[in-house]
Each structure stands twice: as structure tokens, then as C-alpha cells.
Nanobody, 125 residues
Framework: QVQLVESGGGLVQAGGSLRLSCATSARTFSSRTMGWFRQVPGKEREFVAVINSIGGIIVYADSVKGRFTISRDNAKNTLYLQMNSLKPEDTAVYYC??????????????????WGQGTQVTVSS
């Protein structure tokens, strides 16, 4: 079972930047498509970005396109999310997730079978 641990969240002013990391000790990391999601209380978990195993396919939600960058370092078993030009509406708990290997690349929550514990990002206006 893959274990995922997010870090890098915090409080930042609007217009600022944060870099989230998602680390795992799993040897299978380099073969897994990975995604970032976010959730605010009372709302469904929302897709943010996904990257395939070698970084050749990347998809972003329209709400973050041009501001966020997903990347990965397979040698370090780590997934990243660089967040620039942050807005108050980006405030949420951010989760990294490993995509089910038997399902085609998807933005759907149900296509991901392993989740981290989440890291809080708060953007003040």
C-alpha cells in the first residue's frame, strides 16, 4: 500500500506563492499517475491537476491553469504543486493522490485509490 505525506501548506497573502510536496517511500511511485485535489468544508473534493508517471501528460483544472504547476521527481519519490498568484478562493485542504493503475487517466475522485492526509492552504485577502 502506497503511503503519501503532504507538506508545504500554510498561510499566505493573496498574490503570494506556496509549494506543496507529496512524499512517499513506495517503490512504485515512478510508475503511478499522480494527482492533486482540494476540498473546502461542506463541498466536494475538487480536481486540481494530474501528471502521468513520466510527466508527459499533465492536465489542470481551468481554475488553476496558468497559476499552478504540477511536477514530479521520480528519483526522490516526490510530487510537487507550485502555486503562484494565489487567490482567497484557493483556500482549501490540498490532497495528493495516486491514480488507480487499472483506470484511464481521469479527473474523477473515484479514479484514485490512495490519498494523503492533506495540508491546509489559507490565502488571505
Amino acid at each position: 500500500q502506497v503511503q503519501l505525506v503532504e507538506s508545504g501548506g500554510g498561510l499566505v497573502q493573496a498574490g503570494g506563492s506556496l509549494r506543496l510536496s507529496c512524499a512517499t517511500s513506495a517503490r512504485t511511485f515512478s510508475s503511478r499517475t499522480m494527482g492533486w485535489f482540494r476540498q473546502v468544508p461542506g463541498k466536494e473534493r475538487e480536481f486540481v491537476a494530474v501528471i502521468n508517471s513520466i510527466g508527459g501528460i499533465i492536465v489542470y483544472a481551468d481554475s488553476v491553469k496558468g497559476r499552478f504547476t504540477i511536477s514530479r521527481d521520480n528519483a526522490k519519490n516526490t510530487l510537487y504543486l507550485q502555486m503562484n498568484s494565489l487567490k482567497p478562493e484557493d483556500t482549501a485542504v490540498y490532497y495528493c493522490a495516486a491514480h488507480n493503475t487499472l483506470v484511464s487517466l481521469s479527473r474523477m475522485v473515484g479514479a484514485y485509490d490512495t490519498w494523503g492526509q492533506g495540508t491546509q492552504v489559507t490565502v488571505s485577502s
